[in-house]
């Protein structure tokens, strides 16, 4: 193929001896072992001699052209230091000679214009890149002929092509390459192509896979830039994890053909993209339809996404069904089918190519058989790729590439203006046009298509579109190709609801690795696997998802709970310790069932206020004690209930202050037994006078007196108030009285738990002294209890949560208060109602 390209390019200039060292020059920068040898065997001659192969007409300005018109099998093994064999190019093809003709018409229409180029004729010099073997030097001693170049069909072509015109600053414009490659203007300064760079193709690849939700796929590559271009730059960062990639070499094409259908039938992809030669294709087709894979949804490349040899393929036609494709946009080119059908090879005596396409479509070659032509044919009723410009593609790339060269020699050749490069200040003529300058007015030419198109270059690039073709079944069985939507750079526009596709219905294929998360769930990536492959976790409480395929949860502010789908937040349900719940109910009647208690032992106590038993510990402190005991019961109430204002600072103090009570007066009653027992010995009789009735009143009065101000200090300073506790989870916040002052709180459960602990030593001291019924024992017994629940009180209240913990301090408060009830009152309450006979003071004074 570069052999054919020093062919091609030495029958642009004249013959020049100086040209043998550039000719090694570009040899070794192509890597070709081209030697001197080579060209010595090459005959020099000038245009116009018998051995011309092409079509061409002069001009003021002459633009090179670079076809490939006959089918060339592609070589295993390409052996520079020989002449290629020619013989292989074989089989004109129709496709490439409308490029050809394309190129003829444009130019031939813009000859006629009287608003671009008046008065300049444009000329064409057009050759075969496969077929024409005569190699002619690069350059002359004189000017250059060919200003610009139009050709390369490839992107190997291209950037051959580019590196040996770059030194001699000759533009050349593509209408085919699609290398990213190419867009590097350091290393292709000469370069410009009216096809869009294959970037855009596989970003609208991309953008279709995002669009239909298709994130697992596999592809099917060509074993060149073509193919590997598309995965690694665009497909993969885009959100699209690749199932597999197969490559599929051409030397080995059935093979790799055959596994890589293998793959395919593995594969839980169901969609699949190819990026390949239509020919790579039409193999692979035929391998699925062997093994009856007919279920895949497949993704072409502009490469093969318009091949009307597939189209046509009725062995494959299962497999290709439905398959969506990017494909070079299309556009009218007007009145070009009516001058394709009006050629005639005896109107055009020198256009070898057109005689030979002639002689094969009408069948009457001469030196056969078959009739000689006579020029009667006609091509108006010939329906073939020749004549077919119902789309119109890369046809239209060569017709673009034209009228580009075309507006950049009309500014050229106008005299200085605002389109000008800067630094040119001189009008130039047809005659003296230099390459370079051809090239510097090609980076900024700017106009309107005869179609009504902008047309710009960026670079070597022009801004890319595309059309989105749908293979389609018809009613005889027949594939064929229908427009579902366009790309216009960065936006696609589809229309979804004509796309027939794969399954032959109208419901889009899902093609993922792992199924979506739906709302309420987050994705995680399984080790070691694709970001595509994932299981769905439900989100955790007071965490939501509300949209499909979520990478994370979102936490619900404080004042907001998940709901149970987890895919909402909602207000959080305020709740405290209600009188209307069980718990409520429960700890409510057994505190009003130790207030009832406690009020039948205080009347029993007060009927029987005159026998030994009552009076015997004190009757005075007695019923005070009972009194602070039912204080202690009622006071649970208050915990209970919707938490205010009052009711906090409420709910301390009366806890506080009433069990301060009860403590001291069973500290004031075991001081008094004590006291009692010390004054019976010889010399203790003035004790009792500092324990007197005044003094035990006196002693209680100023204990409580101290709880007292420490609540009034606490409750002023830093009263608890009602809160709620974000900080527990779940739906339901309970509403609670906050400590805002745990040193206050502290205070009060530290005064109760000091003077518990000196009435428990006092009462352990006074366990053994001697009498019948000693108060001091049960004292003792009700102080252990007391200490006990208080102690296991810190750490149920610190550890139970919300409305609990109000649940645990009641229990608390309930339990000590029993306590102290029956372990002093019961034993009592039995002797006076039960055991009259025990209530003397001789049985109470018995040792």
Known sequence: ASMSLFSWLFTLWPCSTPSLLLLGFMGRQLGLRVGLQVVQTVTCSRFGTSIDQGLFQDGDVVIGGL????????????????????????????????????????????????TLLPGVKLGYHIHDSCKFISLYFIMSSGDLPVPLVIGGDSSVTAKILSRILGPLSVPLMSYTASCPCLSDRRQFPNFFRTMPSDIYQARAIAHLAINFNWTWIGAVVANNDYGLM??????????????????????????????????????????????????????????????????????????????????????????????????????????????????????????????????????CSPGTSLPLCNGTESLERVQNLFTDTSQLRVTYNVYLAVYAAAHALHNLLSCPDSNSPPGNNSCSYPKHIKPIEVLQYLNNVNFTTPQGEMFYFQGADIPAKYDLVNWQNTPKGQLKLVLVGRVDGFDLHLNESAIQWSTGSSRVPVSVCSES?????????????????????????????????????????????????????????????????????????????????TTAVFVVFLYYRQTPMVRANNSELSFLLLLSLKLCFLCSLVFIGRPSVWACRFQQAAFGISFVLCVSCLKVKTIVVLAAFRSARPGGEALMKWFGPGQQRGSVCLFTCIQVFICIIWLSLSPPVPQPDFEIPGLKVTLKCAMASVVGFSLVLGYIGLLACTSLLLAFLARKLPDNFNEAKLITFSMLIFCAVWVAFVPAYVSSPGKYAVAVEIFAILASSYGLLFCIFAPKCFIILLRPEKNTKKHLMAR
Not at 242 to 271: C, G, H, K, P, Y
Not at 543 to 567: G, M, V, Y
């Open 67 to 114: 076809f490939s018109l006959y089918y060339k099998p592609p070589a295993i093994d390409h052996d520079f230091t020989q002449l290629p064999d020619y013989k292989s190019c074989t089989g004109l093809e129709n496709l490439p000679l409308q490029y050809v003709y394309a190129m003829v018409f444009a130019l031939e229409e813009i000859n006629h214009s009287t």
């Open 230 to 363: 598309a995965i690694k730059e665009e497909t993969q960062g885009a959100g699209v994890c690749l199932a597999f990639v197969e490559t599929l070499r051409r030397e080995n094409i059935m093979s790799d053909a055959r596994r890589a259908a293998l793959t395919i039938q593995a594969s839980t992809a169901r969609v699949i993209l190819i990026f390949t030669w239509y020919t790579d294709v039409r193999e692979l087709f035929l391998q699925l339809t062997k093994i009856n894979v007919t279920d895949r949804q497949f993704l072409a490349s502009e490469a093969w996404s318009t091949s009307g040899d597939l189209l046509q393929n009725p062995s494959t036609s299962k497999v290709a069904s439905g398959v969506l494709g990017v494909a070079i946009r299309s556009s009218a080119i007007p009145g070009f089918e009516n001058y394709l059908r009006n050629l005639n090879p005896f109107r055009r005596p020198d256009e070898k190519f057109l005689r030979e396409f002639w002689e094969k479509m009408f069948s």
């Open 517 to 597: 998360c739906r709302p309420g769930t987050r994705m995680a990536t399984k080790k070691g696997e694709p970001v595509c492959c994932f299981d769905c976790i439900p989100c955790a409480e007071g965490e939501i998802s509300n949209k499909t395929d979520s990478p994370h949860c979102e936490r619900c502010p404080s004042e907001f709970w998940s709901n149970a789908e987890r895919t909402a937040c909602i207000p959080r349900q305020l709740d405290f310790l209600s009188f209307n719940e069980t718990l409520g109910i429960t700890l409510t009647t057994v505190a009003v069932s130790g207030a009832t208690v």
